[in-house]
């Protein structure tokens, strides 16, 4: 007999309706064009920061922190509200709601005539992309237990390829404007939602939807509810939350690191971020689905958090930069972690539970936003000033590690395979 979870025990519907290709298509391409779109972004939002505190770069720096906190706290508060109310009304209104809703968020930034024009486009920003909680609610609907994992697989792969072709497209664009790759993300989100306004079908049938909405639950410490609500789902919320908080280390210090340490230029760079992204996009698209099905979803979430852990004590430890680069293999294979750790976390949860599921993820996601960068900022930062009494500039991925080790022994812990009958 094959593992049964006591919420698939005790609702046979959590298994669901057999996967519909055409809805998984829509939500694969939405992801996929989300993360483009918000990869067109990266390269171009300090530079427009910059740009509208009149060239500023001190103070252009203190807006941008802004920014990313506040980009964080608004993923930390809507993700559960946006979870929960697709588990009233469903998924395909909240998704086409956000999905206009953040095509109009790109076009206030593309015309925003300053900064706090530009940070309210920021916090739109933040609050819409808190939908994708409400997509990954809407795949763990249409697609079966066993099956989740490699789903959530191919959506991390959507992510990935997103930001490789995001940040390029943004540079190209940005040569030319620093609005006009705003403007390209617009047109990208818009396509994106009346292609679903046409096709989408809803995934969660009233008969399965949470009979009334519940404001108390609709926040971050209402979303603690449902993960205390299991033994095993707040352990596992909490190795989910220690590996992003471990992820926020790249974004934050990679090419000050890399620049300071091994002197690379933005070519070396790019290349970098090339070589990852494509490691990355073959390990979610290719090998998680095999890799569940041979060794089982714990054993896959182990692998990931080993991975990671490994990845950044050699990021941290490696004087030369083309035996650094080496650890983006290890890096790649952390992209074991999440599609395993959701696969499990979704067959712990009624249907009508999946979207509140998603947005307390959603909301640990944001605490990690908000929280990594200024810690790993403020360690890297310690690192290099006190370079020459304390030779240890790889510290802050020093501290990545010791959070991957923490994932490890959490989910060594906790991450047990569903009863069997």
């Known amino acids: 007999m094959g593992d049964v979870t006591p919420a698939e025990t005790a609702n046979p519907t959590v298994k669901g309706p057999a996967p519909r290709q055409a809805a998984f298509g829509f939500i694969f391409a939405s992801a996929l064009m989300n993360s483009i779109s918000f990869g067109i972004m990266l390269p171009i939002v300090p530079n427009l920061i910059r740009e509208l ?40 209104p909240v998704l086409l709601i956000s999905f206009f809703g953040l095509g109009l968020d790109f076009l206030l930034m593309a015309y925003a005539p300053n900064l706090w024009w530009l940070l309210v486009g920021r916090l739109l920003n933040g609050a819409t992309a808190s939908t994708m909680s409400t997509a990954n609610a809407y795949l763990a609907d249409v697609t079966p237990p066993e099956k989740r994992a490699k789903t959530f697989g191919l959506m991390g792969s959507a992510f990935s390829i997103g930001f490789i072709v995001g940040p390029m497209l943004g540079g190209l664009l940005g040569e030319h404007s620093l609005r006009l790759p705003f403007i390209a993300a617009a047109v990208i989100t818009f396509a994106n939602a009346i292609y679903g306004l046409l096709v989408l079908p809803e995934s969660l049938p009233k008969a399965r939807r949470a009979t009334r909405f519940e404001w108390r639950r609709a926040n971050p410490l209402g979303a603690l509810q449902l993960l205390r609500s299991h033994s095993d789902l707040l352990p596992l919320a909490g190795v989910g939350f220690l590996f992003q908080l471990s992820q926020m280390v790249l974004p934050t210090i990679y090419v000050l690191y890399t620049t300071h340490r091994y002197g690379w230029s933005p070519g070396m760079e790019g290349a970098a971020f090339l070589v990852i992204g494509v490691l990355g996009v073959f390990v979610q698209m290719v090998l998680v689905g095999p890799v569940v099905a041979r060794f089982g979803l714990r054993n896959t979430i182990l692998l990931g958090a080993a991975s990671g852990a490994a990845c950044y004590a050699w990021y941290g430890g490696m004087a030369n930069g083309w035996v650094f680069l080496a650890g983006a293999a ?92």
């Open 330 to 421: 290890l890096q790649a294979l952390q992209g074991f972690l999440m599609p395993g750790l959701q696969g499990l976390m979704t067959r712990l949860v009624r249907p009508e539970e999946q979207g509140q599921l998603q947005g307390a993820n959603q909301s640990m996601m944001g605490v990690a936003s908000i929280a990594g960068p200024m810690v790993f900022g403020m360690v890297f930062a310690w690192s290099v000033r006190h370079e020459s009494s304390f030779s240890t500039p790889g510290l802050a991925f020093y501290l990545a590690a010791g959070l991957m080790i923490a994932a490890l022994v959490l989910a060594f812990w906790k991450a047990r395979p569903p009863q069997s009958n």
């Open 53 to 92: 505190a009149g060239g500023d770069t001190s103070s252009a720096s203190e807006w941008n922190v802004l920014f990313a906190t506040s980009w964080g706290v608004m993923q930390l508060f809507c993700g559960p509200l946006l979870g929960m109310l697709s588990d009233r009304v469903g998924r395909r």
